[in-house]
């Protein structure tokens, strides 16, 4: 009953659309209520220490103040850790907002002033005096590093670095060509456009309904019952629209918490949303001081590969992301030695921020292999042909399918790579100095089980359904067109609804692995309505099908036919009419195939290249051109496809070149908390971003033969960009952001 | 944000005497710089007294001199597109378009972009201590986050800079500043307009309390012909200057007959020395003069913790800018590429 397809595979443009630019779709802090209180966050000012003292009495004076809600007067929620141990919370003793006096960050919130409006809070909250018994903080990862330890507990899907392979230092030592630096990354807060929020609306009797900003409504769910002891049947989580997260809202914020304990004790609804300053006193991608070693022939073939991370992470979770095995999974390599551990220090927990650890560890490792490229006196895409691999040598699997090479070959092309020359600063144009980088990027391609519900009305109108969300990517989209296709029905006939923690059980969105997961859930649970309604179909009086074999129909434009004969059918409408059916509602789940798992690796890969124009004497970055390749499966839809990949670029360029979130150590806290001072790309920034979509055929990645492109815009665009520098000026940079100061060529000589 | 008053006076009269009676009033007109200091805490004004309805600042007239005299209450974006400003003080417009973001250009007056305060990181986190916000509480930036702090002009109290663009276009055109007080009115030069720290980095210009800005009158010579505003910066739009320079030349033949030159991003102030300018009096416009005339202008620039590159950055972009302007090749802020 394979049907044929319409919607996939073609560009579509996002059925949720014209509800985002007209207003229409609400996010999280939009939604009211007739007695909707607003709590605004007070936050920690020193970064380790005690409360020593609130003064409340000039806020609570203020006409509109609810109640102030501190250490000191919080109601009580669950004391055992796993209680606030959300789906993706690594190893560690959650942070617990207000649980006591004791500060273990800058930023932390220390006070929910409630108020009747939002800007009463707001107000009595800058009336809050509060004395701290500060102590000795410790926030440099620099002078914590040689406290790195490797984490005792693992983080549950976080693949720790593979044990060694051959005699990596000893091969290093005697290669005839080595390459060996360190390099680093500022740390990147997410930014996303929404703050944080969360509208808890009180439904009476206990119950309560939750607007939150979050890429996960069953996360969210199971936080809010596991905190505050809830039944499951007298909280409902919805998040149907997410103005951006990039990971930012995988776990439950505090926010959150603080809402619903206000709601709970108020007995009323009550907002919270988060400042744009208190946005950066969330989750944020590590400081990871990484060490790549290479050792290669004279032709550029690796014979050593030594990548050492040491990261940062708070003194409450070990949070971990996958950093250094990349090194050993896009090449080939015998002698392979890769560690990975963790320095506390006094900030909040990082979080996962777009493909956290690949962005960090391909970076170091791209730009490494492009130094060897020079020292070897190799063409840095020849570089990466010559040691390619086949197999995934870190879990010694073959994978399920991998273009990269096709990437390297097609991206070339379109670049014009052939006509690059190679020496550093040799295409100068006038006072620019232009530079032509490559690099390669890799993200796991994961599928996770997850539930949809179909249900077909008589009316001829589809609604699917799963707990999973659209963060901006097109989920509703990719999930309309592949019910539309399952049942033969056109895309307006379909409804996709996510976001709501009633509907069929979903992993958080996150991880790339949205559009194989929920993707296949909802063609399974379509399916199954396909087959009930083959069923009726053929049961019908008279009907033209009624010895037809479910192979030989097809779905098309709200009719089942005969493949053989289009003339006969019966219509949808008609066979439901014939079985008395008002409504054909069936739920599936679709899991990864643990026999393929076992045998295969899935990955996607892309190949980007770029180019730059740098000021020769004033150091100032332009990038002019963008070519990326990508090689991720079956492509649902180009269009919405092509802008994850733009929307992974940008965010590369602006780790390139321009993000930073700078700390003060001294006071233990970030300081340019606002989009004024903390750098994202604006458009002058931003060239023209060429994607190409590899032709890859894969049927073991998820059942639909997709793989997912969340993440691997991003993840070689920082190397690229780094490496296209190095091409124009001949300055390494090894630290990003490339901010100009870093660029400006020594002063000529002669000159104080 | 504090809760406040709010008047709409109808006069200038009106408007001085009701700032005259509360030190804690503030005038508004754009308001893109103090709602936001007011959301963060920074500004409390008991009162906000709203100018955006005063009769006749909103104009650009021309003066008895051949200057113009453009209204207190004109939008930038009003006054960069000014075909008058476009043709004779070409240098005004770039600077202007240089700053902020269309929207932000829209809002902002002439006046309050004058009054523009710093954007130093600690200044705007009340969890900080910062001089500037309550004198002798310190300055963690002297020793802290200062990569984008000055180099020039600085104080044991304070390291903040000037963050107009606009500024430092109106320092090299020497223009005036008229203020109305209580007393009537009076002229302000644009280079004694803004002040240094010292000790008392609370105060950033030389405008009383009980005053308000009127207008800003350039003079008649605007360097149409051989100027530039070349502003440095982290990312290509909407950022601060990290230097920026304003350059306005008269040439005489073939050799430099008078040079303006200000700098921006590089200290509390827009940055001028006439002693710089008079070396390329009569000098050809080479990369010797040049240099020479950056030397001076940079003569005792301290570098702190993370900003010492700006001299030398600041020295190359005075260089840069001259070349520029000698060669009537003014920097574009649309075209990104450096000329």
Redesign the interface.
């Known amino acids: 009953m394979a049907n044929g397809e319409t919607y996939f595979g073609t560009a579509r443009g996002r059925v949720d659309g014209p509800a985002k630019v007209t207003g229409s779709a609400r996010y999280a802090a939009e939604f009211a209520a007739a007695d909707l209180a607003h709590g605004h966050v007070v936050s920690a000012a020193i970064a380790k220490g005690r409360i020593a003292a609130i003064e409340t009495a000039a806020a609570e004076a203020v006409h509109g103040v609810l109640r102030i809600f501190t250490h000191a007067n919080r109601p009580g929620t669950a004391w055992r850790d796993a209680r606030y141990r959300d789906e993706v919370a690594p190893p560690g003793s959650p942070f617990r907002p207000l649980h006591d006096a004791k500060i273990v960050f800058s930023g932390q919130p220390i006070a929910l002033v409630v108020a009747e409006d939002d800007a009463t809070a707001r107000y009595a909250a800058s009336l809050l005096r509060v004395r701290y018994a500060a102590e000795p903080h410790a926030t440099d990862l620099e002078r914590q590093r040689g406290q790195a330890y490797v984490p005792r507990r693992k983080r549950t899907g976080i693949a720790p670095p593979p044990k060694p392979r051959g005699d990596a230092q000893k091969a290093f030592d005697a290669a005839p060509v080595r390459i060996d630096h360190e390099y680093r990354v500022a740390v990147e807060h997410h930014n996303p456009m929404e703050p944080h929020a969360s509208t808890v609306i009180w439904e009476g009797d206990g119950r309560i309904t939750v607007h939150d900003k979050i890429q996960g409504v069953q996360n969210s769910l199971g936080y809010i019952t596991g905190v505050f002891g809830l039944s499951q049947k007298n909280v409902r989580v919805l998040s149907p629209f997410v103005g951006g997260a990039f990971g930012s809202g995988l776990r439950p914020q505090y926010q959150l918490f603080l809402a619903v304990m206000a709601a709970l004790d108020l007995k009323r609804s009550v907002r919270v949303e988060l400042t744009r300053d208190q946005m950066f006193t969330l989750g944020y991608r590590p400081a990871t001081i990484q060490r790549v070693a290479l050792g290669a022939a004279p032709d550029g073939t690796l014979q050593a590969i030594l990548h050492d991370a040491i990261a940062g992470t708070s003194t409450f979770e070990d949070y971990q992301e996958v950093v250094v095995n990349w090194s050993s999974l896009l090449y080939h390599c015998d002698n392979v030695a890769l560690t990975y551990r963790l320095a506390q220090i006094d900030t909040y927990t990082p979080a996962d921020m777009r493909a956290p650890g690949a962005t960090l560890g391909v970076f170091a490792l791209e730009s490494a292999i492009d130094e060897l490229a020079y020292a070897a006196g190799v063409d840095p895409l020849e570089i990466r042909r010559r040691n390619y691999t086949r197999t995934d040598e870190n879990e010694g699997k073959d994978f399920t399918s991998k273009e990269l090479m096709e990437c390297y070959r097609l991206g070339a092309e379109r670049f014009g790579w052939s006509r690059r020359s190679a020496a550093p600063r040799s295409m100068r144009e006038g006072r620019e100095l232009v530079g032509w980088g490559v690099a390669s990027g890799a993200w796991e391609a994961m599928m996770m089980k997850t539930s949809a519900r179909a249900a077909l009305t008589a009316d001829g109108r589809l609604e699917v359904a799963t707990a999973t969300a659209d963060i901006g990517t097109g989920t509703y989209t990719i999930l309309t067109q592949i019910a539309a296709d399952a049942l033969g029905l056109p895309m307006e006939s379909v409804t996709a609804r996510i976001g709501d923690s009633a509907l069929p059980h979903s992993p958080v969105e996150g991880g790339s692995w949205t559009a194989a997961s929920a993707g296949s859930a909802v063609q399974a649970a379509c399916r199954a309505v396909r087959e009930k309604l083959f069923s009726a179909a053929r049961a019908a009086e008279n009907s033209p099908l009624a010895n037809a074999d479910p192979s030989h129909v097809r779905f098309v434009n709200g009719r089942i036919v005969l493949a053989a004969d289009p003339a006969r059918f019966i219509t949808v409408a008609d066979a439901m009419r014939a079985a008395g059916l008002e409504r054909l509602e069936e739920e599936a789940t679709a899991s990864p195939d643990s026999a393929t798992q076992k045998r295969y690796s899935a990955y996607t890969h892309s190949a980007i290249f770029a180019e730059v124009r740098v000021d020769a004497q004033l150091g100032v970055v332009r990038v002019t051109r963008i070519v990326n390749a990508v090689a991720a499966g079956r492509i649902i839809n180009p269009r919405t496809a092509r802008s994850q990949i733009i929307g992974g670029v940008v965010f590369g360029l602006g780790m390139a070149l321009t993000e930073e979130s700078l700390p003060d150590h001294a006071l233990g806290r970030f300081m340019n908390h606002n989009l004024g001072e903390y750098h994202i790309p604006v458009n002058a920034d931003v060239p023209a971003i060429d994607v190409i979509f590899v032709d890859e055929h894969d049927d073991k990645a998820s059942p639909l033969g997709v793989k997912g492109l969340g993440e691997i815009g991003i993840v070689g665009s920082a190397a690229a960009i780094a490496n296209a520098v190095y091409h124009a000026t001949g300055t390494r940079v090894r630290s990003l952001p490339m901010t100009l100061d870093k660029l400006l060529p020594e002063k000529p000589a002669g000159r104080a | 944000?504090?809760?406040f008053a709010y008047l709409r006076p109808t006069d200038i009269a009106e408007a001085v005497r009701a700032i005259a009676a509360d030190p804690s009033a503030r005038f508004i007109a754009g308001g893109t710089n103090l709602l936001d200091l007011m959301?963060?805490?920074v500004e409390r004004p008991t009162r906000l007294i709203d100018i955006t309805r005063l009769p006749g600042l909103d104009a650009v007239e021309e003066t008895a001199s051949g200057g113009l005299r453009i209204g207190a209450l004109v939008p930038n974006a009003d006054l960069a597109h000014d075909p008058r400003i476009a043709a004779r003080y070409p240098l005004l417009a770039s600077a202007i378009l240089a700053g902020a973001s269309p929207q932000l250009r829209n809002a902002a007056s002439t006046g309050g972009n004058l009054l523009q305060r710093t954007?130093c990181?600690?200044f705007?986190?009340v969890?900080?201590p910062c001089n500037k916000r309550a004198p002798g509480a310190g300055c963690?930036a002297i020793?802290?986050?200062n990569?984008?702090h000055a180099i020039l002009g600085t104080s044991t109290h304070c390291i903040a800079t000037h963050p107009s663009d606009m500024c430092v276009a109106l320092a090299a055109l020497e223009a005036k500043v008229h203020v109305a007080g209580p007393n009537g009115e009076r002229t302000i030069a644009i280079g004694d307009f803004h002040r240094l720290p010292e000790d008392r980095p609370d105060i950033d210009t030389t405008l009383a309390h009980d005053e308000i800005i009127v207008a800003v009158e350039l003079p008649a010579e605007g360097f149409a012909g051989h100027c530039t505003y070349l502003k440095?910066r982290?990312?290509?739009?909407?950022?601060?200057a990290?230097v920026s320079v304003a350059v306005g030349l008269a040439m005489d033949g073939d050799a430099i007959g008078r040079a303006r030159i200000a700098l921006g991003g590089v200290a509390h102030k827009p940055w001028r020395v006439p002693e710089a300018e008079a070396l390329l009096q009569g000098r050809p416009p080479t990369e010797e003069s040049y240099?020479a005339a950056a030397d001076r202008l940079l003569a005792g620039a301290r570098a702190y913790r993370d900003n010492g590159?700006k001299i030398?950055?600041a020295r190359?972009?005075i260089?840069?800018g001259l070349a520029q302007a000698a060669s009537g090749t003014p920097q574009s802020q649309t075209d990104?590429?450096?000329r």
Not at chain 2, 234 to 240: I, N, T
Request: no cysteine.
């Open positions: 944000m504090n809760r959301k963060y805490e954007r990181y600690y705007y986190d969890g900080t963690p020793d802290g986050v990569r984008i440095l982290d990312r290509l739009s909407y950022a601060f990290l240099a590159f030398e950055l190359r972009a260089t840069r990104k590429r450096i």
